[in-house]
């Protein structure tokens, strides 16, 4: 993690002095994106290093709630902050520096953290990307219950994603300017750091609630409310519910991966988790602008509604299948 965010802010502070072609543009976004696989999974690895098993659920709810805080905060700060950068430091390379700068803190801060992992007694074989892919989906072929998990957090990215797609949308038909579409991400946010700050204090007295079956429940409802309502505090009171759904899903979902998991086989199995989020962010990005030019704006969101009930109900009856087959 220190050497990715150590490289990322080099290449950053690198940008205002390369050439200014689109090739070379899209060369950096493709070389930040492949350093980008190695820190998410080395982060996720990470948590149940530091923390102890009976703190997961706490930890993981820090970590969304900060991670969620943070991209709110970045929404509120983030185009004031580079405007400061480039009137102070330049329009050639300020905004530049400011960013890079920002890795670069990042990298620094993470040095007096101390990961003592569990080291293998024999000698590891060579890495072979194909080899550990085939691996993960064995491993998880075994172990349905973090399977049923990783289902639930790679629709409920999928979910993310045509809702980043849908805001524009949205916002239009609440009366906002398309450029304000971040209110309806930022409420969602507020939600999802309410939530695991809910599940970071109260979490081990709902440990035995089908807390993502209320979270898809609740998300699905809010899709479909969306529909009839023309309202705009009632919709950004409706993201919010929206997002302290996810909350639900995400947090108790991600500790009970890291709870199910062998410590050999964090970086495998976060590796492949990472895979099927960015799949999962990338591909309703794609079609779901396409879908509601051709449908329209109250057939998708009933659509996506009908669907996230469907695999909160699927997945809510196939993890108590699981638990009394393990039972």
């Known amino acids: 993690?220190?050497?990715?965010?150590?490289?990322?802010?080099?290449?950053?502070?690198?940008?205002?002095?390369?050439?200014?072609?689109?090739?070379?543009?899209?060369?950096?976004?493709?070389?930040?994106?492949?350093?980008?696989?190695?820190?998410?999974?080395?982060?996720?690895?990470?948590?149940?290093?530091?923390?102890?098993?009976?703190?997961?659920?706490?930890?993981?709810?820090?970590?969304?709630?900060?991670m969620m805080g943070a991209i709110i905060i970045?929404?509120?700060?983030?185009?004031?902050?580079?405007?400061?950068?480039?009137?102070?430091?330049?329009?050639?390379?300020?905004?530049?520096?400011?960013v890079g700068g920002l890795y670069l803190i990042s990298s620094v801060i993470k040095i007096p953290v101390k990961l003592k992992s569990h080291k293998p007694?024999?000698?590891?074989?060579?890495?072979?990307?194909?080899?550990?892919?085939?691996?993960?989906?064995?491993?998880?072929k075994k172990k349905r219950l973090i399977m049923n998990a990783m289902v639930q957090l790679t629709a409920l990215y999928c979910v993310f994603a045509a809702l980043v797609a849908l805001s524009i949308r949205l916002a239009a038909k609440f009366g906002l300017q398309?450029?304000?579409?971040?209110?309806?991400?930022?409420?969602?946010?507020?939600?999802?750091?309410?939530?695991?700050?809910?599940?970071?204090?109260?979490?081990?007295?709902?440990?035995?609630?089908?807390?993502?079956?209320?979270?898809?429940?609740s998300m699905a409802f809010v899709l479909a409310v969306f529909t009839f309502i023309h309202n705009l505090p009632l919709a950004l009171a409706l993201s919010t519910l929206l997002g302290l759904g996810a909350a639900l899903i995400a947090v108790p979902m991600q500790t009970l991966i890291q709870q199910q998991t062998p410590p050999e086989m964090h970086g495998k199995m976060f590796g492949f988790q990472n895979h099927a989020v960015n799949i999962a962010l990338t591909a309703p990005l794609l079609i779901?602008?396409?879908?509601?030019?051709?449908?329209?704006?109250?057939?998708?969101l009933l659509t996506i509604s009908f669907i996230v009930a469907t695999i909160g109900i699927w997945a809510w009856h196939n993890t108590r299948k699981v638990l009394k087959d393990v039972i």
């Open 178 to 217: 398309e450029k304000q579409f971040g209110f309806f991400l930022a409420a969602a946010g507020v939600g999802m750091v309410l939530g695991a700050g809910i599940l970071g204090h109260w979490g081990e007295r709902f440990h035995h609630k089908p807390l993502p079956l209320f979270g898809f429940l």
């Open 288 to 300: 779901t602008e396409r879908l509601t030019s051709y449908l329209g704006l109250p057939v998708v």
């Open 121 to 140: 007694t024999v000698e590891t074989e060579k890495a072979n990307p194909l080899r550990e892919f085939k691996d993960c989906l064995r491993y998880l």
């Open 74 to 98: 970045g929404f509120a700060v983030g185009e004031p902050l580079l405007s400061l950068g480039k009137s102070w430091l330049g329009e050639s390379y300020g905004q530049e520096l400011i």
């Open 1 to 66: 993690m220190i050497g990715s965010d150590l490289i990322r802010g080099i290449l950053t502070i690198a940008i205002p002095f390369l050439p200014r072609e689109f090739l070379i543009l899209l060369a950096f976004t493709f070389v930040n994106s492949v350093i980008v696989q190695f820190f998410a999974p080395a982060e996720q690895a990470s948590i149940p290093i530091l923390v102890k098993p009976r703190n997961l659920m706490a930890a993981n709810a820090l970590f969304t709630s900060t």
